[in-house]
Nanobody, 123 residues
């Protein structure tokens, strides 16, 4: 079992920035990738970004490339999502998750999920 606890998020004006954090505990040895997804009502969970736990390789969804940065601190078992130049279209509940698959963008390849955190971007 892997337990994920998220922090960060909140309300920000368009053009602003936020940083989300996700700390893993439990059986973290088998983690290959940690990822971020987001969900708005009536949609599937959309892939945002992923990072490989050992090498730090990254993968980003097109809508966030150049604006969001995923990073990690292995010593703290924590992954971060720095979100810059936010727009109202980035408003969603953001989830972190872990996967045994490398840099997957498919939510069904992730087997443990954080509790979710609301990000609201006002225009």
């Amino acid at each position: 079992q892997v337990h994920l606890v998220q922090s960060g998020g909140g309300l920000v004006q368009a053009g602003g920035s936020l940083r989300l954090s996700c700390t893993a505990s439990g059986r973290t040895v088998g983690i290959s990738t940690m990822g971020w997804f987001r969900h708005t009502s009536g949609t599937e969970r959309d892939f945002v970004a992923a990072i490989t736990w050992l090498t730090g390789g990254t993968n980003y969804a097109d809508p966030v490339k150049g604006r969001f940065t995923i990073s990690k601190d292995n010593a703290k078992n924590t992954v971060y999502l720095q979100a810059n130049s936010l727009t109202p279209e980035d408003t969603a509940v953001y989830y972190c998750a872990v996967s045994p698959m490398s840099l997957s963008s498919r939510s069904d390849y992730y087997n443990y999920w954080g509790q979710g955190t609301q990000v609201t971007v006002s225009s």
